[in-house]
């Protein structure tokens, strides 16, 4: 079953259309602390963090089913196989992909969906459901990236190797997202701020449809 889009801006009355917001953003680049910041911005829960499977193993500290879903590879394809993935894609050397049925609750709900995806799976989703707000998140620069995922520790060598290598492949698509946002040394509240703009003037502006997925 592919996504499809639903005429019209609105979910019926005042309630604006939830919407499916995509961010992606090179490794270190501190996705995961904008989406936290996001989420304390808003009183109302109008957000929902949708949390993904992944075949990578846990790093301490990540609680599954919090952090992603960690499953093992066959549990994975059998997932994909059976439709129940939106996108699932190899990133860095590990299987990632989105539940389809967290995306479908969230907006079912009335909640925007975040989803923290790379590059390719943006390409997936945004190819089925054009509605999809997608936003890149870029580091300052270069330097500040790898010396962010250095200190991170959370990397063998040889990842850390992959994952810089694979940054200037992922910032080359940038020009593919609706909006790209700087996420400046030690200013996360800013970009949380601009994200939520993002989202805020999308809500206001309703041209964007319902995703149904
Ligand atoms: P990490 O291993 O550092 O948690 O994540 C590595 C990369 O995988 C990040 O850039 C993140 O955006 C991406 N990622 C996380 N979940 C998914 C997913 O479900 N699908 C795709 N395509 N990428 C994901």
């Not at 945004?126 to 620069?141: E, N, R, Y």
Request: with cysteine; net charge negative; glycine share 8%.
């Amino acid at each position: 079953m592919n996504p499809q889009q639903e005429a019209g801006g609105t979910r019926g009355g005042d309630a604006p259309t939830p919407l499916l917001v995509i961010i992606s953003g090179p490794s270190g680049v501190g996705k995961d602390t904008i989406i936290t910041a996001l989420q304390e911005r808003r009183h109302r829960p109008a957000y929902h963090y949708v949390v993904t499977c992944t075949t990578r193993a846990p790093r301490a500290g990540e609680i599954d089913g919090i952090s992603y879903s960690f499953v093992g590879v066959p549990e994975f394809l059998a997932m994909r196989d059976a439709g129940e993935l939106l996108e699932a894609n190899e990133v860095h050397g590990n299987w990632y992909g989105t539940p389809r049925a967290g995306v479908r609750d969230a907006l079912g709900r009335g909640q925007h969906a975040i989803l923290k995806i790379d590059v390719q799976g943006a390409e997936e989703v945004k190819s089925c459901a054009p509605d999809a707000l997608l936003i890149f998140v870029l580091p300052p620069s270069m330097e500040t990236l790898v010396e962010h995922l250095k200190a991170r520790r959370t990397e063998s060598a040889e990842q850390l190797e992959i994952r810089q290598r694979n940054a200037a492949l992922e910032l080359a698509r940038k020009d593919d997202y609706d909006y790209v946002v700087v996420n400046e040394e030690g200013r996360v509240d800013v970009t949380a701020e601009r994200i939520e703009q993002i989202i805020t003037q999308e809500e206001l502006r309703g041209t964007r449809r319902r995703v149904i997925v």
